[in-house]
T-cell receptor, first 115, second 112 residues
Framework: GAGVSQTPSNKVTEKGKYVELRCDPI?????LYWYRQSLGQGPEFLIY????????DSGLPNDRFFAVRPEGSVSTLKIQRTERGDSAVYLC?????????????FGNGTRLTVT | DQQVKQNSPSLSVQEGRISILNCDYT??????FLWYKKYPAEGPTFLIS?????DKNEDGRFTVFLNKSAKHLSLHIVPSQPGDSAVYFC???????????FGKGTLLTVNP
């Protein structure tokens, strides 16, 4: 079946602009996560959704970052007033549940470059 | 503060030999560990996991060992194949929502 789909695969934007990154999880997966991977680092947790609600947004770096999942399926990560330090690969993952035995399935990520 | 540490940025081995990838952790609350494999331009894919009630878990060519007293785990790949060349991440979930903490990764290169 189809895996986690992320669009666009690449996004180049100017400093100060607004961007939206989209994630389409595996059908039936109720848990959805956003991670950010900077060069030379492992993925870092941003936000977790269980269904439609953001159950844990403790990883969002500041209030310029916001994510939604209005119908419990597709999610959008929104970044306002982008800064060069926001440049990274943004990874979305989904799983059947948030239990330890339910591994995350990652998309291929969106590479964001802020110039 | 890195709670999951992979101190070797890279490892190179010959095809057919054993690859050993190491991971250390500092948080004694971790009770489950996972290894993910990542090819360039792709997302990480789940490889193998281990619960803290075990000290070994094996799946085909991949075995993970856990030493709780040393807060250390390792991934053994034997025999190594060129297709195993990838970045390997060690990760552990913290809290009930399965929020993963990842190490920085180790780039494994298996030479034919």
């Amino acid at each position: 079946g189809a895996g986690v789909s992320q669009t666009p695969s690449n996004k180049v934007t100017e400093k100060g602009k607004y961007v939206e990154l989209r994630c389409d999880p595996i059908s039936g997966h109720t848990a959805l996560y956003w991670y950010r991977q900077s060069l030379g680092q492992g993925p870092e947790f941003l936000i977790y959704f269980q269904g439609t609600g953001a159950a844990d947004d403790s990883g969002l770096p500041n209030d310029r970052f916001f994510a939604v999942r209005p119908e419990g399926s597709v999610s959008t990560l929104k970044i306002q007033r982008t800064e060069r330090g926001d440049s990274a690969v943004y990874l979305c993952a989904s799983s059947l549940s948030s239990a330890a035995g339910s591994p995350l399935h990652f998309g291929n990520g969106t590479r964001l470059t802020v110039t | 503060d890195q709670q999951v540490k992979q101190n070797s940025p890279s490892l190179s081995v010959q095809e057919g030999r054993i690859s050993i990838l190491n991971c250390d952790y500092t948080n004694s609350m971790f009770d489950y560990f996972l290894w993910y494999k990542k090819y360039p331009a792709e997302g990480p894919t789940f490889l193998i996991s281990i619960s803290s009630i075990k000290d070994k878990n094996e799946d085909g060519r991949f075995t993970v060992f856990l030493n709780k007293s040393a807060k250390h785990l390792s991934l053994h790949i034997v025999p190594s194949q060129p297709g195993d060349s990838a970045v390997y991440f060690c990760a552990a979930p913290l809290g009930s929502n399965y929020k993963l903490t990842f190490g920085k990764g180790t780039l494994l290169t298996v030479n034919p």
